[in-house]
């Protein structure tokens, strides 16, 4: 069974960056495309970003394209989130997960990590 973890999150002031990490155990990851989402406070878990298997494709969210980049190593087994610009509406925490098939629907995505908070002050 694989697991996630996330890491890399803090507080961190409007402009600002953070680069968040998904370390996998238990499995590899490099046959399995990733995805990136985030769930505030009061809302909906939504999705962010996510990367191809071979890290060839990836895709974003209007809401962060051109500040958000999602990567991964998969020699390292982790996957990567660059996050800059960072805007008091990015708060949230983020989630990785594995996806079960290329889509950007959350139903479409197996196992997931505990999350990580980020909280972007103003």
């Known amino acids: 069974q694989v697991q996630l973890v996330e890491s890399g999150g803090g507080l961190v002031q409007a402009g600002g960056s953070l680069r968040l990490s998904c370390a996998a155990s238990?499995?590899?990851?490099?046959?399995?495309?990733m995805g990136w989402f985030r769930q505030a406070p009061g809302k909906e878990r939504e999705f962010i970003a996510r990367i191809s298997a071979s890290g060839a494709i990836t895709d974003y969210a209007d809401s962060v394209k051109g500040r958000f980049t999602i990567s991964r190593d998969n020699a390292k087994n982790t996957v990567y989130l660059q996050m800059n610009s960072l805007k008091p509406e990015d708060t949230a925490v983020y989630y990785c997960?594995?996806?079960?098939?290329?889509?950007?629907?959350?139903?479409?995505?197996?196992?997931w990590g505990r999350g990580t908070q980020v909280t972007v002050s103003s």
């Open positions: 238990g499995g590899t990851l490099r046959s399995a495309a």
């Open positions: 997960a594995t996806a079960l098939v290329w889509t950007m629907e959350i139903r479409g995505y197996a196992y």
